[in-house]
């Protein structure tokens, strides 16, 4: 009996220090993602994305961002495209950023870019960034 | 008190033993990245990216690869277009490499390709390796 409790100790001291559960216990974090896209129609189905991976992950759902760069940066500025997008956004929590390397390359003008969207310097890089934070990526 | 020392030597054992032989699968602690692109305009903000990390990582950076692949691989045989790219290479940590395929698809020799240029079998094969290899990868 003496030798069943001690082996059954054992047994659960390597269970405590096996990566298996070190990687259950990382699932209980926060939920980082990114995504990279070039085109304002994605958004569609990114925000469906987040609103499944909100649901999915319940309180351990932690930040969505979404980085528009590329040459049809532009459209960020057309209203009409971005509205049903900015609400939705809004709702879900997501972050929509612009990358002001596109902005400035395709000489988009930064004012006309919608206040709920952020923008930094650089898209390729801010996304490497997140990743090294631990959030899960995606390039489009 | 006999079993308990030989349950906590069995423990250490197992702390020393196991959890190194898990740890191999990360042989490098340096940070590394890989950017997948296929257009030679985006090397620009790329090595932007590679220069900044290089300085925000200090003595934990690592490589960044861009690896180029699609029908623009034609234009590494343009010397013209491929100064500037050559140049921002050599000022920032960014290694190149272009997809064999493509450049068998769009009938170019590799002879005529800049040095400087790794050639990978497979540009998709190549990133998912990196990514199997630790490194934090952006497909574009």
């Known amino acids: 009996m003496k030798i069943m409790f001690q082996i059954s100790l054992f047994w659960l001291a390597v269970a405590m220090v096996h990566p298996i559960v070190a990687q259950t216990n990382s699932q209980n974090e926060p939920q980082n993602y990114v995504v990279l896209t070039k085109k304002v129609e994605q958004l569609t189905p990114i925000l469906l994305s987040a609103e499944a991976l909100k649901k999915e992950d319940g309180a351990h759902f932690g930040a969505f961002k979404v980085i528009i760069c590329g040459k049809n940066i532009g459209d960020v500025t057309d209203l009409s495209k971005m509205e049903p997008h900015l609400e939705k956004a809004s709702k879900l929590g997501v972050e929509l950023i612009a990358c002001g390397f596109s902005l400035k390359k395709f000489k988009v003008d930064a004012d006309k870019v919608p206040e709920e969207l952020s923008t930094v310097d650089n898209g390729i890089l801010y996304n490497l960034q997140m990743q090294k934070m631990g959030y899960k990526s995606l390039g489009l | ?140």
Do not use: W
Request: aromatic share 8%; glycine share 4%; hydrophobic share 50%.
């Open chain 2, 1 to 140: 008190m006999k079993n308990l020392m030989i349950i906590l030597g069995a423990m250490l054992f197992y702390g020393l033993a196991v959890v190194p032989v898990n740890g191999q699968s990360t042989p490098s602690t340096k940070i590394n990245y890989a950017v997948l692109t296929n257009k030679v305009a985006q090397f620009q903000p790329i090595s932007l990216a590679s220069k900044s990390l290089a300085q925000e990582d200090g003595d934990n950076f690592g490589q960044f690869k861009v690896v180029l692949y699609g029908p623009e691989v034609v234009q590494l045989t343009d010397y013209q277009r491929m100064k500037p790219v050559l140049k921002m290479a050599r000022s920032s940590s960014m290694k190149l490499a272009v997809c064999a395929m493509a450049l068998k698809k769009m009938k170019v020799d590799p002879a005529d390709i800049p040095p400087e240029f790794e050639v990978v079998d497979n540009a998709f094969l190549h990133a998912l390796e990196l990514q199997k290899a630790g490194f934090f990868i952006l497909s574009l």
